[in-house]
């Protein structure tokens, strides 16, 4: 077992409700408890699929099992399926060395679509979250996952992203073993495509 | 959900803490299971439900708790294991129950599950459920994490086999929806036949007589707990402050004083069983520290009975300080955090503590207002947000005032801006129909705002029946609506009777909002909501007629089911020549007053958008368009 | 430090006002001129309703409003307003006697102007669901007949009207009404966001009104009486008869007058206007003879299409007599003075 670089190793996995975050953090808790760590996967749902923030919370150690949730400020990275999902976590979780990888795609909240509120310039956003981390990777997952023909795919595209930076104490095999216990075998082409895309945008950026 | 009952026996799995309990129940070999749904409390039930076949258990979603309770019961009487479990609401449905239960005692192992909501995240309160441990005298456990979640499952089956009474097993919405490695156990290989014995008789009189025996059974169940090894110590052995915790404050507590810098100076008595209350251990603890915090979710449970004790005591253990809800150590309100307890800790300690960077946390601060909150609303196509609109239209051009009476639901969402904010009030299962009928009967009294009580299917059955049994007989004048979505939609899509499916996905006989009605000899129509003109006729005319109750039933699927269903039947789009936009006198009507998700208003063209990703095609947007520039065409014909 | 002295920031003129002034106290007389112009004024069962804020500061519904622009002090030509000849007269079609009010000259006038291609569609009021007075259009003779007869109820009808000046069509309407809503197209023909409206409004024939009562309040009083909504026809004959005369499904019934008229609009209190000052031609009884209208004809298009209409024999018309229009002026000139008295007492009481 590779000894953990950060310990606990804190992610925070965000998006809105029905974006697949969770099943994210499930992944990325399975392929860590396989690999025989103490992982914690935290999460809050109960109005999920009505619009609303949904955060998971993957805790690993290597050594006392850690609680659902994690102390402010001490996040290791933060993995956001929306860009400005991933600003308002900072407000909680944030600190100068977190790292954050999110897709660039926002996802408009009501009131904003009513009018009433306004969503910041994508440029904005992005230096702003560039203002608040060590690394910003601002990536076009729902793009990529596009390009696979399903949306839903860009939870996958940034697991693929993550297991690129140096942060887990596993790689994308280990990954793509989770996913492949999780669903069946003629979802996995396109699962490992998703996975591969990811990587190659990390590497890119 | 998955099928627990397949796990290999040893081998380490993911395991959600709801899911751990339904293994639990499994591995003490519970026979019978029944729940009312209820967030963060419903995977257990449905967990138990997809296991049933294999297991070859009964599990059924029961009407409601009190129902699922006494549904258990009965196989505790047939010599069997039952378990309920709910959301800390639902104890209150049950607690009538429970407080005679106790005295009558059980004989098969019988464990009541409750799953609190701190911060009530997805409920309408915050309700510390251990109350009924007090109220009750039942033996309560506390697990902090799903292996956890498992053995103390296990274990409240056998204390409650043991002692001949309920046990309470509480869990937290964190803890519930928690993943973390578990083990499973074996499963029972074989369970008995069930037979009630005609001569045991379970009855609470004599009632003085039989109290005692209740008393008794708890002081049994306090040794057995202090043998079982729940509660244990982890620290020096002389802290300097000793925090005694319960749940997953238990794990804050371990991490907080790692935060602080603190780890061999503060000691952690955790409290796997917190009723009732192990005196020895407390004592022996208390013996050896003077300064004591208390680390718990969300009443001062633990506290209140720690003084309690100590103030027996006071003279041998001398002066003790402790830090707790009453010093503001511990919020009285809202969940617990290991940054909390950090603060807490160093305060005592006199340590220094940041969560970070004060520069750092200054500025992300100031970002937050780029952050615009995400509120919940009703899904794309919900029948609820046409509903909604029709009462409003309805209620204002009707002029008189009219109160609407709100539930339990997706449609508890009516309070915020989907559903145009036209409840105006919501307090628990079935209350909404109740309180229209005492504002029905003010006629009297010379109250004459029209009164509108709204009813999902699921609640529906769950408690409204007595309260319109109640109207129905005392004449209350009012409007029932029923808002029939055909789903317990949101909770997860679990079945109720008016479907007729069950937990098990077997066949029941559906129970029908119609007849009961018509049995009712209440007069009630069937209207679809998606048809705003018809139903706000009816609703108008309903409103006008007066003397009764009347009953009018909005019938549409939930859209989510339908999505799975084949979908809406309409193709949506904006026609940007004729839409208005902003320069329309009405001012963006359909994004700023109807606000469906689907349709956008894009500041570069001042025009609405629809968002083809989101719209399910309803149809409803077309009938409030005051321009007609949102037009609906049938799917099939541009498919 | 004294802040500069800003400029009062101007008065809305809006929904918002419109709800404070008017709808919320009680005083909407149910004319119609706010409604169709938006979704958010709403009619439903006789009663105008806004259930949602707007947003906007300024907008028609209150720039149209006859109770919100109502100024009693204005400049008028006497208490009768200005006529270019009064007539008493009567349709001489049998089809239309015993329907209709008194002559049937409205009905016939209108009739004629829509076969003249004078103007092209109308405006007026007919029952609708639950028998609540509203607005309908018209495009010809057969239309106009069917919606012949007042129950002396608020119906909207000026909502009909917003549609179709907000239709992309250019041909002229005519609209019949009470002098509320005469009052109304008045504001809408000069207001500078309705320009359409001076453009396509060539005939505007106004009824003589002195009383007009909400139809829910009507509908519960008839029903307490026996009567079942819809009426064909209702009717009050002058004093001392002291009875509201109704006409449903073939039957008929008399009502205490006096329970009648209590159950007004309050808003019709302040309303200056007797005759629809504003018209081309105004129309109402004739007083001491049955059967018969007195007709004034304000401007010339109204007395062109009167003249029209004897000249074609469809109406008998003699002038006026001085006793009537005596006892008319004179009444006209009470309800002026009445108006002025209720608007003083709430501008201080």
Redesign the interface.
């Known amino acids: 077992m590779k000894a953990l670089k950060y310990d606990p190793l804190d992610i925070v996995v965000t998006g809105?409700g029905g974006q697949g975050n969770v099943l994210a953090s499930?992944v990325l808790?399975?392929a860590l408890?396989t690999a025989g760590y103490?992982?914690?996967?935290?999460?809050?749902?109960?109005?999920s699929?009505?619009?609303?923030?949904v955060t998971s919370q993957v805790r690993v150690s290597s050594g006392?099992?850690?609680?659902?949730?994690?102390?402010?400020?001490?996040a290791t990275a933060i993995v956001s399926l929306e860009p400005?999902?991933a600003?308002?976590l900072?407000?909680v979780y944030?600190?100068?060395g977190v790292v954050v990888l999110t897709n660039d795609r926002p996802l408009?909240?009501?009131?904003?679509?009513?009018?009433?509120?306004?969503?910041?310039e994508p440029a904005?956003?992005r230096a702003?979250l560039e203002?608040?981390c060590a690394k910003l990777y601002w990536l076009p997952a729902t793009a990529a996952a596009l390009e696979l023909g399903n949306?839903i795919l860009a939870n996958v595209v940034l697991l693929g992203a993550l297991c690129g930076l140096d942060l887990l104490p596993i790689g994308a095999a280990e990954v793509e073993a989770a996913l492949g216990d999780m669903f069946p075998e003629s979802k996995m082409a396109l699962n490992r495509e998703a996975l591969a895309k990811g990587l190659a945008l990390v590497r890119a950026a | 959900m998955a099928d627990v009952s397949k796990l290999a026996p040893g081998q380490?799995?993911?395991m959600q803490g709801n899911e751990a309990i339904a293994r639990g129940a499994l591995e003490a070999g519970v026979s019978l299971a029944a729940a009312y749904p209820g967030?963060?409390s419903s995977e257990i039930l449905q967990t138990l439900a997809d296991s049933a076949r294999s297991a070859g258990i009964y599990v059924e979603w029961s009407t409601n708790e009190k129902v699922a309770l006494e549904s258990a019961a009965a196989a505790s009487y047939a010599g069997l294991r039952g378990m309920a479990s709910m959301k800390q609401n639902g104890v209150n449905v049950a607690q009538d129950f429970i407080c005679n239960l106790t005295i009558s005692g059980t004989k098969g192992g019988l464990v009541l599950v409750t799953c609190d909501d701190p911060s009530g995240?997805?409920?309408t309160n915050e309700q510390d459920a251990r109350f009924i441990a007090r109220v009750a005298c039942l033996p309560l456990l506390e697990p902090?994490?799903p292996?956890e979640c498992l053995k103390l499952t296990k274990l409240a089956f056998e204390l409650s086999e043991q002692i001949g009474n309920l046990v309470v097993l509480r869990g937290l919405?964190?803890?519930s929806?928690?993943?973390?490695?578990v083990t499973p156990g074996p499963l029972p290989e074989a369970k008995p036949r069930p037979h009630w014995d005609p001569n045991e008789r379970w009855f609470t009189i004599p009632v003085v007589p039989r109290h005692q025996v209740m008393l008794d059974k708890l002081a049994q169940a306090g040794e057995l707990i202090a043998a079982a090894g729940v509660n244990y110590y982890d620290g020096p052995v002389r802290p300097e402050l000793l925090v005694i915790a319960s749940g997953?404050s238990r794990?804050?507590a371990?991490?907080?004083r790692r935060?602080v810098g603190a780890g061999g100076r503060v000691g952690i008595l955790h409290m796997g069983a917190t009723w009732p209350l192990d005196q020895e251990l407390i004592l022996e603890h208390l013996a050896r520290a003077d300064k004591i915090l208390f680390a718990e979710e969300v009443d001062p449970h633990i506290e209140s009975g720690v003084k309690s004790i100590y103030a027996q005591h006071v003279r041998e253990l001398g002066l003790k300080d402790f830090y707790g809800q009453e010093t503001g150590h511990k919020p009285p309100i809202g969940?617990l955090?290991?940054?909390r307890v950090?603060a807490a800790m160093a305060d005592i300690l006199g340590l220094p503590w940041q969560?970070?960077?004060p520069a750092?946390?200054a500025?992300?601060?100031a970002?937050?207002a780029?952050?615009?909150?995400?509120?919940?609303?009703?899904?794309p196509g919900c029948p609820h947000r046409a509903s909604y609109w029709s009462m409003?239209?309805?209620?204002?051009?009707?002029?008189r005032e009219g109160i609407v009476s709100g539930d339990i639901g997706?449609y508890t969402?009516g309070v915020l801006?989907?559903g145009?904010e036209r409840v105006n009030a919501v307090h628990c299962m079935g209350s909404g129909p109740g309180i229209a009928s005492g504002l029905g009967k003010l006629r009297s009294q010379g109250f004459e705002q029209p009164v509108i009580s709204v009813v999902g299917d699921s609640t529906f059955f769950h408690a409204a029946l007595p309260a319109l049994v109640n109207a129905r007989w005392n004449n209350s004048d009012y409007v029932l609506v029923v808002l029939d979505n055909s789903a317990t939609a949101m909770t997860g899509f679990q079945p109720h009777p008016g479907t007729g499916s069950t937990a098990m996905g077997q066949a029941g006989t559906a129970v029908d909002v119609e007849q009961i009605c018509a049995g009712l000899g209440l007069p009630y129509t069937v209207l679809d909501p998606y048809d705003l003109e018809a139903t706000?006729?009816a609703l108008?005319d309903a409103l006008?007629i007066g003397g009764g109750l009347r009953v009018l039933i909005f019938r549409r699927t939930c859209a989510?089911v339908q999505n799975k269903r084949g979908g809406h039947p309409w193709r949506m789009s904006v026609d940007p020549q004729l839409c208005r936009g902003e320069d329309?006198?009405?001012?963006?009507?359909c994004?700023?007053?109807f606000?469906c998700?689907g349709?956008?208003?894009d500041?570069a063209t001042g025009k609405t958008v629809l968002d083809e990703?989101v719209c399910v095609g309803c149809g409803v947007c077309a009938q409030?368009c005051?321009a007609g520039a949102i037009k609906a065409r049938p799917k099939e014909a541009t498919a | 430090m004294v802040p500069p002295a800003a400029s009062p920031a101007p008065q809305p003129t809006g929904l918002e006002r419109l709800l404070a002034e008017v709808i919320n106290p009680g005083l909407c007389v149910a004319c119609g001129a706010c409604l169709g112009?938006?979704?958010?004024l709403?009619?439903?069962?006789g009663?105008v309703?806004?259930?949602?804020a707007?947003?906007?500061t300024s907008?028609?519904c209150y720039g149209f409003c006859p109770v919100a622009q109502r100024d009693v002090s204005r400049e008028s030509q006497g208490p009768i307003g200005p006529v270019l000849g009064a007539w008493q007269g009567r349709a001489t079609s049998k089809d239309l006697q015993g329907r209709v009010q008194y002559g049937g000259v409205v009905s016939e006038l209108l009739a004629l102007a829509l076969d003249q291609s004078m103007v092209r569609e109308a405006v007026v009021t007919a029952a609708g669901?639950r028998g609540t007075p509203q607005g309908i259009r018209v495009t010809e003779r057969t239309g106009v007949l069917g919606a012949a007869g007042s129950v002396y109820a608020g119906g909207g009808a000026l909502s009909s009207l917003n549609q179709a000046l907000s239709e992309d069509s250019n041909h002229p309407l005519a609209v019949v009404g009470l002098p509320c809503q005469v009052q109304a197209v008045q504001a809408m023909k000069a207001h500078p966001q309705q320009p359409q409206a001076a453009r396509r409004i060539h005939l505007v024939i106004g009824l003589f009104c002195t009383m007009n009562l909400p139809w829910r309040g009507l509908r519960k009083l008839l029903a307490r009486h026996g009567v079942q909504a819809p009426l064909s026809r209702a009717d009050f004959p002058p004093p001392p008869a002291g009875i509201f005369q109704a006409w449903s499904n073939g039957s008929y019934h008399e009502l205490p007058l006096d329970q009648v008229r209590a159950l007004s609009y309050p808003g019709c209190a302040g309303c200056p206007d007797l005759t629809s000052d504003g018209a081309d031609l105004s129309v109402g009884a004739c007083e001491g003879k049955p059967g018969w209208n007195t007709i004034l004809a304000r401007t010339h298009a109204g007395a062109g299409l009167l003249e029209l209409a004897a000249g074609k024999g469809l109406l008998e018309l003699e002038p006026a007599q001085p006793a009537s229009m005596e006892h008319l002026t004179q009444a006209a000139s009470d309800k002026r003075k009445r108006a002025t008295a209720w608007s003083e007492e709430r501008r201080h009481g």
Do not use: W
């Open positions: 809105v499930q808790g399975l408890l103490e992982v914690t996967v935290g999460e809050t749902y109960g109005l699929q009505r619009g609303g923030s006392p099992v850690l609680g659902p949730m994690m102390p402010d400020h001490r400005l999902e600003l308002r900072l407000g944030g600190h100068p408009r909240p009501l009131g904003v679509l009513a009018g009433e509120q306004l969503y910041p904005e956003l702003t203002s608040l949306h | 380490k799995v993911l967030n963060p995240v997805s409920s902090a994490t292996a919405a964190r803890l929806h928690t993943r973390a490695g997953s794990l804050y371990d991490e907080a935060l969940e955090s290991p940054s950090a969560e970070t960077d750092y946390l500025k992300a601060k970002a937050q780029l952050v615009a909150p995400r509120q919940v609303g009703f899904c409003k239209q309805v209620l204002s051009a009707d002029g997706c969402m801006p989907t145009y706000q006729e108008y006008q989510l329309c006198g009405c001012d963006r009507f994004t700023r007053v606000r998700p349709l956008v208003f500041q990703v409030i005051p | 112009l938006c979704p958010h709403i009619f439903l069962d009663q309703a806004a259930p949602d707007c947003g906007l907008g028609r669901l």
